[in-house]
């Protein structure tokens, strides 16, 4: 694979730690996604494991375990790759209950959250729920919009999100169709409209890693990203 397969080296959004969600499942696994990542030329990841109260009850403990295992894997084999960890949090009462309480939240760098919203209802409280994250001090990214196909009817809703406070985080498969034309149409639109502010690859298993690989996507992704750079201003967190 070319060095510069995309417009972009650290990606900010996998699940490539082992056995804490719906990812990497081990740590064969995750070394496996690593050396894939080195092959499409990033050198850092910073790891985003789910954190939803009613599904994947993790901590800064479990995730900063799951991270110290792949690190310590990673320096048995000799591998400069850099990896660290935050979290991808759910947008639900459970994470509003903690943000309230003022307790540990796992960041991609300084106050910069990731954060996602449910696939399966549009929230009815985007002002609120963004107004609390950024009183509380932090930055929001929220994760794939254009993969909540209840906004696919009113694409006015991601200038919104954006005009909230919302920083839009892009999938690099949305824009190959991997999800579905509904998907691939608002990814490029986001992109197009200079709405989005960081792509990841949110990749989680194999499967989702020779997607990324497959030749005929490279042509797509340079002619949706463009020159720009990407993902400006995390790329130097520190592991």
């Not at 650290?10 to 804490?20: A, K, M, V, Y």
């Not at 080195?38 to 985003?48: D, E, M, N, P, V």
């Not at 549009?122 to 609120?128: F, S």
């Not at 993969?147 to 999100?161: G, S, V």
Request: net charge negative; hydrophobic share 40%; aromatic share 10%.
């Amino acid at each position: 694979m070319p060095e510069g397969y995309f417009p972009i080296n650290t990606d900010i959004h996998s699940h490539i730690l082992p056995g804490i969600d719906d990812g990497s499942p081990d740590i064969a696994t995750s070394l496996e996604l690593v050396h894939g990542l080195q092959q499409l030329g990033f050198t850092r990841s910073i790891a985003t494991p789910h954190v939803i109260s009613d599904l994947y009850r993790n901590t800064p403990e479990t995730i900063n375990a799951a991270l110290a295992e792949l690190q310590a894997a990673l320096q048995q084999e000799g591998n400069d790759f850099k990896v660290s960890a935050a979290a991808e949090y759910m947008l639900d009462d459970s994470f509003f209950e903690m943000l309230e309480k003022g307790e540990r939240l796992l960041t991609i760098k300084d106050n910069i959250l990731l954060t996602e919203f449910s696939f399966g209802y549009r929230p009815d409280n985007p002002k609120q729920m963004s107004f609390a994250i950024i009183t509380g001090g932090y930055t929001p990214i929220l994760a794939h919009p254009e993969r909540y196909a209840y906004f696919h009817d009113n694409y006015k809703a991601y200038h919104l999100l954006q005009e909230l406070g919302f920083k839009l985080q892009v999938n690099l498969l949305s824009l190959t169709g991997y999800y579905g034309n509904p998907v691939a149409k608002a990814a490029r639109y986001i992109i197009k409209k200079g709405l989005a502010s960081y792509t990841g690859t949110d990749m989680h298993h194999v499967n989702h890693l020779a997607a990324l690989k497959e030749v005929g996507n490279h042509k797509i992704f340079w002619e949706c990203l463009g020159e720009r750079s990407w993902n400006e201003g995390v790329g130097n967190v520190e592991c």
